[in-house]
């Protein structure tokens, strides 16, 4: 309802630093992300140690399921997955070692506003978002239906690597 994602049991390295992109304008800047524009503000004054108690607190809580609502080819989207595997994992788990968040327990609609966001430049535009400009360039190789697929195949991934 809020535009707000799912982001209990996220690493609490990647919820440290999303929290410091948006505090110094790397996220929640661009005139057309108005969810990332309300986090923003609502973080602004937190210092580093208040930052990490946030994310120590949310990374240790326990994932929500959530609700399925994007709908695509799960044979597309696994193909457009194999672009992703590199950095995200085989089961969408996430790669610390080179900065790449899990995916797998997030809303799949925020997934899928995301890359749009990447696409269309609404994400990864600051020169100093290293990460987000790899997004942005791999979101240049697919289109809004693949988006959908991808999402879709990504939502499943839970409970493939719970049944091997």
Known sequence: MLGAPSISGMQEWYLYRQMKNYQ?????????????????MSILNFDDAQLLAIS??????????????????????EFVFQ???SCHGEYAEGDETISAPKLTGQNDWYIYRQ??????GIRGQHPEDLY???MMEMAEMFNEEMFKDVTAYISILDQQSETE
């Open 24 to 40: 110094t304008g790397l996220r929640g800047i661009h005139s057309e992300d108005l969810s990332g524009q309300v986090m923003r």
């Open 56 to 77: 120590r607190y949310i990374a240790q809580l326990e994932p929500m399921n959530s609700e399925r609502t994007v709908q695509g080819d799960l044979v597309t989207g």
């Open 83 to 85: 672009h992703c595997i």
């Open 132 to 134: 987000g400009k790899q």
């Open 115 to 120: 890359l749009m966001n990447f696409q269309k």
